[in-house]
């Protein structure tokens, strides 16, 4: 093997790992899309990497784009990647999750999604 193509394949290996190394979303409870009979007390979200507490965050909106509920999400202390929110008693509607987490090696990442709680019969 050649020098150069040893050094592409190192700046491969580099720029791959250093992909890899930011904190996307895994699953989440309420599920990515779903729609749901019992509202929940709570938002969660799994990522891939350990998250940095005090610059993640969780925002519920109503379908207005209201927020929902002002507290703070909090890193899990039993398990790093799963950032957490309280929510008060929800209605029927649907409802948009967005968050913006960093990694415990500073990259910051951000997204969103939406569940519906079903509405009574």
Known sequence: MNSITRLT??????TATNAWAHA???HAEP?????IDTPPTEIKIWFTERLEPAF?????FDHHGKPVTQNRATVDVSDPSLLKLDTPALAPGEYKVTWKVMSVDTHVT?????FTVRKSH
């Open 9 to 14: 394949i190192v700046t491969i290996l580099l």
């Open 24 to 26: 996307f979303l895994d």
């Open 110 to 114: 951000v997204g969103n999604f939406a």
């Open 56 to 60: 993640s965050q969780i925002q519920l």
């Open 31 to 35: 599920a990515v899309g779903s729609t």
